[in-house]
């Protein structure tokens, strides 16, 4: 009798250990979107055109910024020197160029079962047209500690092609729409907020390891997963997509 009690009280202790197991590795959140609604945002921007082929959209720009900067050739209408609060501020040697970027993106994003890391150049397109980077200086994905310092302005600058963008938060579009705003789509499609919710600002400890969360928006009433733009690093993402990205080119 002793032997079949010892035997059952293994069994349990094996299934509780089982069991165990399985919760460390909850089932990954099945949720799909529906970003449709939101296209809206890009009518009517200048250099931004998009189409629907199928379960993507197509977003075409020529990455021109809508703003002023020192970075635009000298005898541009949108020159503006620097004005902004940086001390260190030093200006790089690039110009900005007209580009011709592709992002094909999901309307349907859901979460990807095998994360993908960010690349550098283009992750994301925002409201304006201009591509999101990561929180990397090319070109072995350094700290942009000292990158930051050829920030213009409104915190954004070009690279060697010309290429302007936005690694950190947009001014220029945050100090127009509000600091709450959609400010536009990352590769995998789901959106980009601005460093505030809910009346109080984010930090990078309020999200997840993609530098997201799921909660109501305007834009989605019934919630939705989306990253926000934050003052400290990574910025606007962290470890790489929370959903599949479409893809990008140039």
Known sequence: MSILI???????????????????????DS???????????????SGVSYTVNGDFVEFTSNGLPDHGSPYWEAGNPMYEA????????????????????VFRIP????????????????????????PFYNQYAGPNNQPLTNEIDSFD??????????????????????????KTAFLGLLADGFPVYGPQENGGTITSADL????????????????????????????INGNGYFGTPGNISQ
């Open 6 to 28: 010892l035997g059952i009280f293994a069994l349990l202790a094996c299934s509780s250990d089982n069991e165990s197991d399985g919760n460390t590795n909850p089932p990954m």
């Open 31 to 45: 949720t799909s979107y529906n970003i449709s609604s939101i296209l809206s945002k890009f009518d009517n921007v």
């Open 82 to 101: 620097y004005n902004g609060n940086n001390p260190n501020w030093h200006q790089n040697p690039n110009t900005i160029m007209t580009q011709n970027i």
């Open 107 to 130: 309307l349907n994003p859901s979460e990807a079962a095998n994360k993908q890391a960010t690349s550098l150049g283009p992750i994301g397109i925002s409201v304006n047209g201009v």
């Open 153 to 178: 302005q409104y915190l954004g600058h070009p690279q060697n092609t010309g290429q302007y963008h936005y690694h950190i938060e947009p001014l220029f579009l945050t100090d127009a729409l509000g």
């Open 208 to 235: 997840d390891d993609y530098h997201g969360h799921v909660s109501v928006t305007p834009e989605f009433p019934d919630g939705i997963y989306h990253y926000h733009i934050t003052a400290d690093d990574p910025y």
